[in-house]
């Protein structure tokens, strides 16, 4: 049976780390993986990434594109994986445009889950890692040698807005979402992984 995984957190959190441990641990097992990320996972939705990471636009425009960008996402990679019984991982999720374009930019959340009805009526993850971190350590670990994107570059209150909102979304929909401390060492947090990996699956 196909199953849809989603990592989630703010720039910094450390999740990027761990997808390739995920990667591994179910390809061990025989299942067919199909990896991507949001913005991009498709040709457009690659050159819809570099216009949302680097283009100052309205905030209403940045939540509307990446939406289109998840439509063609959805519809060239995600549903027709999941439809033949492959397992997804996305490195973020709509859970992503609600922390950041809802929480940290200030978009109607009324809105967004008005374009998330229209864009996704029938799919969502049935798992989502949260990896928390308080903002101090997010900040240290991003990689100073590169340049930053322009969510990258925010102030401390979009991150604290944008860190907020994850954490309603993670008690809005306990069901699915498992809350990770990414204070925690590599090996700590992958034991974790795996216990909840088994656990749902």
């Given at each position: 049976m196909s199953?849809?995984?989603?990592?989630?957190?703010?720039?910094?959190?450390?999740?990027?780390?761990?997808?390739?441990?995920?990667?591994?641990?179910?390809?061990?097992?025989?299942?067919?993986?199909?990896?991507?990320?949001?913005?991009?996972?498709?040709?457009?939705?690659?050159?819809?990434?570099?216009?949302?990471?680097?283009?100052?636009?309205?905030?209403e425009?940045?939540?509307?594109?990446?939406?289109?960008?998840?439509?063609?996402?959805?519809?060239?990679?995600?549903?027709?994986?999941?439809?033949?019984?492959?397992?997804v991982i996305?490195?973020?999720?709509t859970?992503?445009?609600?922390?950041?374009?809802?929480?940290?930019?200030?978009?109607?959340?009324?809105?967004?889950?008005?374009l998330?009805?229209?864009?996704?009526?029938d799919?969502?993850?049935?798992?989502?890692?949260?990896?928390?971190?308080?903002?101090?350590?997010?900040?240290?670990?991003?990689?100073?040698?590169?340049?930053?994107?322009?969510?990258?570059?925010?102030?401390?209150?979009?991150?604290?807005a944008t860190?907020?909102?994850?954490?309603?979304?993670?008690?809005?929909?306990?069901q699915?979402?498992?809350?990770?401390?990414?204070?925690?060492?590599?090996?700590?947090?992958?034991?974790?992984?795996?216990?909840?990996?088994?656990?749902?699956?």
């Amino acid at each position: 049976m196909s199953k849809f995984i989603t990592f989630e957190g703010i720039d910094g959190a450390g999740k990027s780390t761990h997808i390739a441990f995920v990667s591994d641990y179910i390809k061990a097992r025989g299942i067919e993986l199909v990896s991507s990320r949001e913005p991009g996972g498709t040709p457009l939705g690659e050159k819809l990434r570099e216009i949302v990471l680097h283009e100052k636009m309205h905030l209403e425009t940045e939540a509307l594109l990446v939406f289109a960008s998840r439509r063609e996402h959805l519809a060239q990679v995600i549903q027709p994986a999941l439809a033949r019984g492959a397992w997804v991982i996305s490195d973020r999720f709509t859970d992503s445009t609600f922390a950041y374009q809802g929480g940290g930019r200030g978009t109607s959340l009324a809105k967004l889950e008005a374009l998330e009805q229209w864009v996704h009526p029938d799919v969502q993850p049935d798992l989502t890692l949260l990896f928390d971190v308080p903002l101090e350590v997010a900040r240290a670990r991003l990689d100073a040698t590169r340049e930053l994107d322009k969510f990258e570059q925010e102030k401390a209150d979009f991150f604290a807005a944008t860190r907020n909102e994850y954490l309603r979304r993670a008690a809005q929909f306990p069901q699915r979402f498992r809350v990770i401390d990414s204070t925690q060492s590599i090996a700590e947090i992958q034991q974790q992984i795996a216990a909840i990996l088994d656990a749902c699956f």
